[in-house]
Each structure stands twice: as structure tokens, then as C-alpha cells.
């Protein structure tokens, strides 16, 4: 069974700071996603991944970049926290191309609160 | 762009009852993919059921099924004898098609409450 970890699961950061989120997944997914999660919002795309090397922006990518520096790993990064970036995070990976694409399996989730 | 609308916030049944959850998506792509997923209370979520455009067939996965209605660009999901573990946040999701990008948006979530 696909498995997914993100690191750190609790984050506090002040304004202004720097924040990385890691993913990692052991199941060889191509594809990867970051989402945040906030009440009445559902799941947002923040960027997305085919394949190392490759990010790519979702609906809403302002304040974030990511990385792909191998199949397995995917980052967040916020490079200057803002307390409207306090949100539960959640990466996932997937796999497949067109009609073989396969549902995705997500990690646990980080909470991030910004002060 | 793709976009995925789910308007009911929460749902409230009574165990062994059938529930169903409305969804409408946009796509501007004639092959797409729809999912349904589930966040338990402690946060996982999880896969449930997945539409494929080209199918006519409605999907079913042991007691969850999906209701394609694809002029109405609607896909509603449906679990029969509810059970009070369905109790979570229910998400549905689409993917386009396309060869060119693999984003899979979500709507906004259906809270769903199945009491004794």
C-alpha cells in the first residue's frame, strides 16, 4: 500500500520567516500535490509534480514554491510566512497517465500556524 | 478551468438509512476522472469510489455508489445502510484528461452526521 509521510506534523513559525514542508512517498508515484486545508474551502492546489524536476502551480500558488528533487520527495516552501498561510497541509501522490490515472494517497497532514 | 461545487455543508441521517451527496463539476475537456474521497474524524483521508467520463456505467464500490449524470455535468455519491463509522467529511474531486497536466481539484466538502 502506497505510503506517504510529511514532516515536520506540528509547525509553529513567526511572520517573516522561512518554512519548509517535506513529503515522501515510497510507492514510485509519478505524480505528487500540495494542498491546504481551511474550513469552508475544502482542498486547494498549491503546486503539483509529474516527475523530479518538474513543479508545476495549482489554483492557489502566491507566497509558496515547491521542489522535486526526486521521485520521492516533494517540498513546500513559504519563503516569508504570513499569518494567512495558518492552514492544515496535506500532500499526496498519485500515479498513471490519462485513463490509467489512479486515485491519490494522501499523508497525514502538517499544521501550520503562523504567529 | 476546472472547477468542483459541492453545496451541501453537512448532512444529517439516521443509521441504515441511504444518504446521497450532491457534486457538479466544470470542465472545458470531453475525458475527465471523478473521485470521491473521505476525511475521518482524525484528519485521514482516504479513496472511495472513482467515474471515469467515458463510462456510462454508474460505479459501486461495496455500499458506495455513484449517480453520473453527465449532462447535467453531476456526480452524486450514494451509501445505502449507513453505518455510524460513515459519520466524516466526504470530498469530491475531478481530474481533466488532457496529456498535458495532471491537477486534481476539489470541492469545498459535504460534512455528513449518521446518528443511531
Known amino acids: 500500500e502506497a505510503a506517504v509521510t510529511q514532516s515536520p506534523r506540528n509547525k509553529v513559525a513567526v511572520t517573516g520567516g522561512k518554512v519548509t514542508l517535506s513529503c515522501n512517498q515510497t510507492n514510485n508515484h509519478n505524480n505528487m500535490y500540495w494542498y491546504r486545508q481551511d474550513t469552508g474551502h475544502g482542498l486547494r492546489l498549491i503546486h503539483y509534480s509529474y516527475g523530479a524536476g518538474s513543479t508545476e502551480k495549482g489554483d492557489i500558488p502566491d507566497g509558496y514554491k515547491a521542489s522535486r528533487p526526486s521521485q520521492e520527495n516533494f517540498s513546500l516552501i513559504l519563503e516569508l510566512a504570513t499569518p494567512s498561510q495558518t492552514s492544515v497541509y496535506f500532500c499526496?501522490?498519485?500515479?498513471?497517465?490519462?485513463?490509467?490515472?489512479?486515485?491519490?494517497?494522501f499523508g497525514p497532514g502538517t499544521r501550520l500556524t503562523v504567529l | 478551468a476546472q472547477k468542483v461545487t459541492q453545496t451541501q455543508t453537512s448532512i444529517s441521517v439516521v443509521e441504515k438509512t441511504t444518504v446521497t451527496m450532491d457534486c457538479v463539476y466544470e470542465t472545458r475537456d470531453s475525458s475527465y476522472f471523478l473521485f470521491w474521497y473521505k476525511q475521518t474524524a482524525s484528519g485521514e483521508i482516504v479513496f472511495l469510489i472513482r467515474q471515469d467520463s467515458y463510462k456510462k456505467e454508474n460505479a459501486t464500490v461495496g455500499h458506495y455508489s455513484l449517480n453520473f449524470q453527465k449532462p447535467k455535468s453531476s456526480i452524486g455519491l450514494i451509501i445505502t445502510a449507513t453505518q455510524i463509522e460513515d459519520s466524516a467529511v466526504y470530498f469530491c474531486?475531478?481530474?481533466?484528461?488532457?496529456?498535458?497536466?495532471?491537477?486534481?481539484?476539489f470541492g469545498s466538502g459535504t460534512r455528513l452526521l449518521v446518528s443511531p
Open positions: 499526496a501522490s498519485g500515479d498513471g497517465l490519462g485513463a490509467n490515472y489512479a486515485e491519490q494517497f
Open positions: 474531486a475531478m481530474r481533466e484528461g488532457g496529456t498535458g497536466g495532471y491537477k486534481v481539484v
